[in-house]
């Protein structure tokens, strides 16, 4: 398989789950890039500094002290398509994109 191909094992999937391994701040794999890669609306369980790097408008944040959002998320854009299409064709990196990588990465 290699990583090359990773992100096609999420081009059948509306959602993908993408959890990190460790919850340590600042932590992101490549996990997430995966599913948008893939065509996929990630769910994401990790590290809140997701929100400093990627568009919030572009994935469900997954808190496990209130999963009830994500759910209620989830059922939303199932039940209105046009909303899931926004979602999915949103840039997933945020405007200041160089600065955020500068930082993070």
């Given at each position: 398989h290699g990583s090359n191909g990773n992100h096609l094992l999420y081009s059948n999937y509306r959602f993908s789950l993408v959890m990190e391994?460790?919850?340590v701040p600042g932590y992101i794999s490549e996990k997430i890039m995966?599913?948008?890669l893939g065509g996929s609306i990630p769910?994401?369980?990790?590290?809140?500094?997701?929100?400093a790097i990627f568009n919030p408008k572009s994935f469900i944040y997954y808190d496990v002290a209130n999963p009830q959002i994500a759910l209620d998320q989830?059922?939303?854009?199932?039940?209105?398509?046009?909303?899931?299409?926004q979602m999915l064709n949103e840039e997933p990196i945020l405007m200041?994109?160089?600065r955020?990588?500068?930082?993070?990465?």
């Amino acid at each position: 398989h290699g990583s090359n191909g990773n992100h096609l094992l999420y081009s059948n999937y509306r959602f993908s789950l993408v959890m990190e391994n460790t919850y340590v701040p600042g932590y992101i794999s490549e996990k997430i890039m995966n599913a948008y890669l893939g065509g996929s609306i990630p769910i994401w369980f990790g590290t809140k500094e997701i929100f400093a790097i990627f568009n919030p408008k572009s994935f469900i944040y997954y808190d496990v002290a209130n999963p009830q959002i994500a759910l209620d998320q989830i059922r939303y854009l199932e039940s209105h398509p046009e909303a899931y299409e926004q979602m999915l064709n949103e840039e997933p990196i945020l405007m200041d994109g160089h600065r955020s990588i500068d930082r993070w990465f």
